[in-house]
């Protein structure tokens, strides 16, 4: 099983700054590789596929980098609608498809 | 519109079944591979399964702390998955989702308790 690992677990950002977080495989899964941001009492929601495509809707300010075991997901400017948690998965063709732990965004 | 509708959540005893449902529209049910994901309250996010659809060979793959228990399956005439759950364990207490990894049902809750 792939473990993936995220960091940091909570991470508290004034709005209007930049967010980076990260998430790691114990494996290489290439580029297979999702985000997902979630509100409380919500149905999680897809931000990025691909390790860096978005997915349809989702505003320019967020971006997915990385390749292999490294990622990372960027908010360049955060809105006050983007404190939520988030979650990366691994989709490999290889089940089971894990979830990272999740990094909490919090207004600071 | 793509909606996924899940029902069929509701308190059980331990060792006890259930069967879930997700009701699709607004896509080609047939050609989307189908996921449960659950979510212990307060917890993270947890894949527990996923069939693909019958023209890619239809296989199902499950996460270990279910397998053996939990069976996945889908009736594409009625554009409905289904989550068939046994031997119920307190630990299986969650919201479940269906999801297509781009569209997400709201959530049915299921709850084992004595």
């Known amino acids: 099983e792939i473990v993936m690992t995220q960091s940091p677990a909570i991470l508290s950002v004034s709005p209007g700054e930049r967010a980076t977080f990260s998430c790691r495989a114990s494996?290489?899964?290439?580029?297979?590789l999702a985000w997902f941001q979630q509100k409380p009492g919500q149905a999680p929601r897809l931000l990025i596929y691909?390790?860096?495509i978005r997915a349809t809707g989702i505003p320019a300010r967020f971006s997915g980098s990385g390749s292999g075991t490294e990622f990372t997901l960027t908010i360049s400017s955060l809105q006050s609608e983007d404190f939520a948690v988030y979650y990366c998965?691994?989709?490999?063709?290889?089940?089971?498809?894990?979830f990272g732990g999740g990094t909490k965004v919090e207004i600071k | 519109e793509v909606q996924l509708v899940e029902s069929g959540g509701t308190l059980v005893m331990p060792g006890g079944s259930l069967r879930l449902s997700c009701a699709a529209s607004?896509?080609?049910?047939?050609?989307?591979?189908m996921s449960w994901v659950r979510q212990a309250p307060g917890k993270g996010l947890e894949w527990i399964g996923r069939?693909?659809?019958?023209?890619?060979?239809?296989?199902?793959d499950y996460a270990a702390p279910v397998a053996g228990r939990f069976t996945i399956s889908r009736d594409d005439s009625e554009k409905t998955l289904y989550l068939q759950m046994n031997s119920l364990k307190t630990e299986d207490t969650a919201v479940y989702f269906c999801?297509?990894?781009?569209?997400w049902g709201q959530g049915t809750l299921v709850t084992v308790s004595p």
């Open positions: 998965q691994q989709y490999n063709n290889r089940p089971p498809l894990t």
């Open positions: 607004g896509l080609t049910f047939s050609n989307a591979w």
């Open positions: 494996q290489s899964v290439t580029n297979t």
């Open positions: 691909g390790a860096s």
């Open positions: 069939i693909k659809s019958n023209g890619d060979g239809g296989t199902i």
């Open positions: 999801t297509t990894v781009q569209h």
